[in-house]
């Protein structure tokens, strides 16, 4: 059985972000585990480029106004070691991040984007799925039956 000590929850503070901070606030309660709250700031000013395709990224704002928003995440559970992250750069610090941690697992939400959306914006969660040394598990918000 996998042994959890360690799991980062990269955010980009959107709603499929934050349901995948319940998982992961969960998993950490259960295995008594240390969550690290990441949110990785472009680097790129206002656009990035990922492959050929260019994606525009969120408006400049201040690092504090990140750090307060980082801070709302929060785990019910007081056992729960949490420690928030502000970085600089795309998925490889992501990556780096989580090699630095010795994260055990990556829960990262996903907009479950395809065809040209996709295309055009890409997928942090796939680039970070196939070139993680740890397992990831992607959450999407559930479409109402």
Same mark, same amino acid.
């Given at each position: 059985?996998?042994?959890?000590?360690?799991?980062?929850?990269?955010?980009?503070?959107?709603?499929?972000?934050?349901?995948?901070?319940?998982?992961?606030?969960?998993?950490?309660?259960?295995?008594?585990?240390? %969550?690290? $709250? /990441? *949110?990785?700031?472009?680097?790129?000013? !206002?656009?990035?480029?990922?492959?050929?395709? =260019? #994606?525009?990224?969120?408006?400049?704002?201040?690092?504090?106004?990140? %750090?307060? $928003? /980082? *801070?709302?995440?929060?785990?019910?559970? !007081?056992?729960?070691?949490?420690?928030?992250? =502000? #970085?600089?750069?795309?998925?490889?610090?992501?990556?780096?991040?989580?090699?630095? $941690?010795?994260?055990?697992?990556?829960?990262?939400?996903?907009?479950?984007?395809?065809?040209?959306?996709?295309?055009?914006?890409?997928?942090?969660?796939?680039?970070?799925?196939?070139?993680?040394?740890?397992?990831?598990?992607?959450?999407?918000?559930?479409?109402?039956?």
């Amino acid at each position: 059985m996998l042994s959890i000590h360690t799991i980062l929850h990269p955010t980009d503070f959107s709603d499929c972000s934050r349901y995948a901070f319940r998982l992961a606030g969960m998993l950490a309660s259960e295995q008594g585990a240390r %969550l690290v $709250i /990441l *949110h990785v700031k472009p680097t790129l000013g !206002p656009l990035a480029a990922h492959g050929k395709a =260019l #994606a525009e990224v969120q408006p400049e704002v201040s690092e504090e106004k990140l %750090l307060e $928003i /980082l *801070h709302q995440f929060r785990v019910s559970d !007081p056992k729960v070691q949490v420690e928030h992250r =502000l #970085a600089y750069g795309g998925v490889q610090e992501i990556l780096r991040q989580a090699s630095e $941690i010795r994260a055990d697992l990556i829960v990262m939400g996903t907009h479950g984007r395809t065809g040209f959306s996709w295309l055009l914006m890409g997928s942090v969660a796939e680039l970070v799925l196939r070139e993680a040394k740890c397992p990831v598990v992607t959450v999407k918000i559930p479409h109402p039956v």
